[in-house]
């Protein structure tokens, strides 16, 4: 079965640039999508299809996806960004796979 | 307005049944796929199940059998069946609209989730 494997845990400063990574293998070859869940909330779509923003998600937000990384890149990080981060993907032999997750504290 | 509101959680005990429901508004549960997606408590999400537009369900391996995805058109609602219920279900079940894309897809709407504890 497909693996996804994200860091527990990301620091940022204030205003600075948080990067959250996402590995899989070949995972470049896949559509990466990413969630952001604060507490006693539902998840919200962030980024879908490696890079693309739905619509009143700011471009502070962005995403790439390359080899065996996929990242969300969250730039002038903010109070209100501190929130669990989960990426996710399709499998043919799992159909839908998500990371494990990453709680992101802006300090 | 896209909205979605889950109901039917609850405390049940092991080897209990449950069904949970999503009735959906500001768009039609017949013509998209849906799913649920549920998270135990302090854990990451994990996917349970989809139904396509066209009827096909498919399961996660850990629920494979025991529960089963539907809908009811004219009502504009999501089931989830849920039988043989384990304490390892509890979970918070979010119902959620998935979008396909050329390689998979996404879910680009949920709702507020409903708890299901399986407990004596």
Redesign the interface.
């Known amino acids: 079965s497909y693996e996804l494997t994200q860091p527990l845990s990301v620091s940022v400063a204030l205003g600075q640039t948080a990067r959250i990574t996402c590995g899989g293998n070949n995972i470049g070859s896949?559509?990466v999508?990413w969630?952001q869940?604060k507490p006693g909330?539902?998840?919200?779509?962030v980024i879908?299809?490696d890079s693309n923003r739905?619509s009143g998600i700011p471009e502070r937000f962005s995403g790439s996806n390359s080899g065996n990384t996929a990242t969300l890149t969250i730039s002038r990080a903010q109070a209100g960004d501190e929130a669990d981060y989960?990426c996710?993907?399709?499998?043919s032999s799992?159909?839908?796979?998500?990371?494990?997750?990453t709680k992101l504290t802006v300090l | 307005e896209v909205q979605l509101v889950e109901s039917g959680g609850g405390l049940v005990q092991p080897g209990g049944s449950l069904r949970l429901s999503c009735a959906a508004s500001g768009f039609t549960v017949s013509s998209n796929y849906m799913s649920w997606v549920r998270q135990a408590p302090g854990k990451g999400l994990e996917w349970v199940s989809v139904i396509y537009s066209g009827g096909s369900t498919y399961y996660a391996d850990s629920v494979k059998g025991r529960f089963t995805i539907s809908r009811h058109n004219s009502k504009n609602t999501l089931y989830l069946q849920m039988n043989s219920l384990r304490a390892e279900d509890t979970a918070v079940y979010y119902c959620a609209r998935y979008m396909p894309d050329s390689y998979g897809g996404y879910f680009d709407y949920w709702g507020q989730g409903t708890l299901v504890t399986v407990s004596s």
Do not use: S
Not at chain 1, 88 to 91: A, K, L, M, N, S
Not at chain 1, 94 to 101: I, K, S
């Open positions: 896949k559509n999508h969630y869940q909330q539902a998840p919200v779509l879908y299809r739905p989960y996710q993907v399709w499998d799992t159909y839908v796979v998500f990371g494990g997750g």
